[in-house]
Nanobody, 123 residues
Framework: VQLQASGGGLVQAGGSLRLSCAAS????????MGWFRQAPGKEREFVAA????????YYADSVKGRFTISRDNAKNTVYLQMNSLKPEDTAVYYC?????????????????WGQGTQVTVSS
């Protein structure tokens, strides 16, 4: 599966953005999906993940209660709704696909990655 992330941009602190990740291919619904982010000079870190059916979601503590991951298998798309954004959320955000069923916070479990979309939150 090939992934294309979009929706990033510049927003003020407290604002919202919705990221989208469109997948090609007919096997999208077989994959668990995740969002990761990487700030300048930092390692890529887990943000959120969702199971293939959408029935299970997982979040990093830093975004819990502010971000929501969802998916639409009919549209081959996964979303990340980001509310109450903070300057420390500034990063390049990547979507990724995994066939693993456990430990979806581990980036090594993901085999397919999108190109990333920049999110910048100004204070």
């Amino acid at each position: 599966v090939q992934l294309q992330a979009s929706g990033g941009g510049l927003v003020q602190a407290g604002g919202s953005l919705r990221l989208s990740c469109a997948a090609s291919g007919r096997t999208f619904s077989n994959y668990n999906m995740g969002w990761f982010r990487q700030a300048p000079g930092k390692e890529r870190e887990f943000v959120a993940a969702i199971s293939w059916s959408g029935g299970n979601t997982y979040y990093a503590d830093s975004v819990k209660g502010r971000f929501t991951i969802s998916r639409d298998n009919a549209k081959n798309t996964v979303y990340l709704q980001m509310n109450s954004l903070k300057p420390e959320d500034t990063a390049v955000y990547y979507c990724a696909a995994s066939r693993w069923v456990s430990d979806l916070s581990d980036l090594n479990k993901y085999t397919n990655w999108g190109q990333g979309t920049q999110v910048t939150v100004s204070s």
